[in-house]
């Protein structure tokens, strides 16, 4: 796999100089972007299928011990800041920027109720 990445990017150093490429190197490079795409998307679906277990174990762990309230806040500080940090806020901040923008877009066009009769739409209007 790593072969062919350093060949995709050759074939795109030879793109991006003017010599272009020909129909078995474009096949290739077809190849090549489709196996990285599938190795990417194969290593992004085992991290969540990791961290879902690693969750799902320390869940277990934490409600089948018998340990006391006060000694789970002590052993297993557990807030979303501690473990996302600037993640969560930056989440929060660009949802507040959005939902400030549609309002605003709302204000512009305003949208049609659902409960809208049909005969205020007129018999032209399709649906």
Known sequence: LLHRCM???CFMKDLDEGQGLSPDEIAELRRT???VL???KQAAT???KSIAA???E???WVNLADVGKKEKGFLLPD???ELFST???TVIKKFREAKVHSAAFKTFIPRRSRSEPEQQRGPDTEV
């Open 7 to 9: 060949q995709w990017l």
């Open 33 to 35: 972007t489709d196996l």
């Open 38 to 40: 599938r190795a990417t």
């Open 46 to 48: 085992a991290k969540g």
């Open 54 to 56: 690693m969750a799902t």
């Open 58 to 60: 320390r869940h277990l």
């Open 79 to 81: 807030s979303p800041f």
């Open 87 to 89: 993640s969560v806020e």
